[in-house]
């Protein structure tokens, strides 16, 4: 399935950068997810959104700041982040509708905090 | 509450052994479970699904039961090749709709 794409694929940046990750789904699903994958950590779940509503955020540094325009883009923005926020960010998004529900993932941004 | 438990890694096979790698996982009411893929440099990938108990998802020659009375869903296949090499999360999605991944077991296998 390739129907989530992220951009950029790799980013580097210093930590008074301003930057923002792209996501796009071509799916038609209603829930969008921001993930960060760490090396040697869990996968760890950021920000949910169901329907464009915020609907979770689990604890993130304020340096982080999702947005969710309409149902097929989010947004990750960033400001001020701090090396250890150089990690893979993995969007995904899903359709919580059915009884099916599986998450689509797309090819995450690696990014580098310098 | 709702978790994920899975087998720690690495993991290392030659060609054509068998795999299995654990999971089980703690929910209330009936989760659907899933298996994921991460190869190298590469965002997750969906590798089979199963959405209530016995049920059996199988793809690209893997294999997992849903397994109700051990809370399991352990990923098995056959014969490894060197194209498995990957990143394997279990994964369950609760009955409130959230998901819940466990850590990752690293599989590598060599020729």
């Known amino acids: 399935e390739t129907g989530v794409t992220q951009t950029p694929r790799h980013l580097v940046m210093g930590m008074t950068n301003k930057k923002s990750l792209k996501c796009e789904q071509h799916l038609g699903h209603n829930a969008m997810y921001w993930y960060k994958q760490s090396a040697k950590k869990p996968l760890e779940l950021m920000f949910v959104?169901?329907?464009?509503?915020?609907?979770e955020n689990n604890s993130v540094p304020s340096r982080f700041s999702p947005e969710c325009p309409n149902s097929s883009h989010l947004f990750l923005h960033l400001h001020t982040l701090q090396p250890e926020d150089s990690a893979l960010y993995l969007c995904a998004s899903a359709n919580l509708a059915g009884v099916t529900d599986t998450q689509y993932f797309g090819p995450g941004t690696r990014l580098t905090v310098l | 509450g709702n978790s994920v438990t899975q087998m720690e890694g690495p993991v290392t096979l030659s060609e054509e052994a068998f795999l299995t790698i654990n999971c089980t996982y703690t929910a209330t009411g009936y989760p659907s479970l899933f298996w994921y893929v991460q190869y190298p440099g590469e965002g997750l990938q969906l590798l089979l699904k199963?959405?209530?108990?016995?049920d059996k998802g199988s793809n690209k020659g893997f294999e997992a039961t849903y397994r109700k009375e051990t809370t399991s869903f352990h990923l098995e296949k056959g014969s490894v090749q060197v194209s498995d090499s990957a990143v394997y999360f279990c994964?369950?999605?609760?009955?409130?709709?959230?998901?819940?991944f466990g850590t990752g077991t690293s599989l590598t296998v060599i020729p």
């Open positions: 994964a369950l999605l609760s009955t409130g709709n959230q998901f819940y």
């Open positions: 199963a959405t209530k108990a016995d």
């Open positions: 959104y169901n329907f464009k509503e915020q609907t």
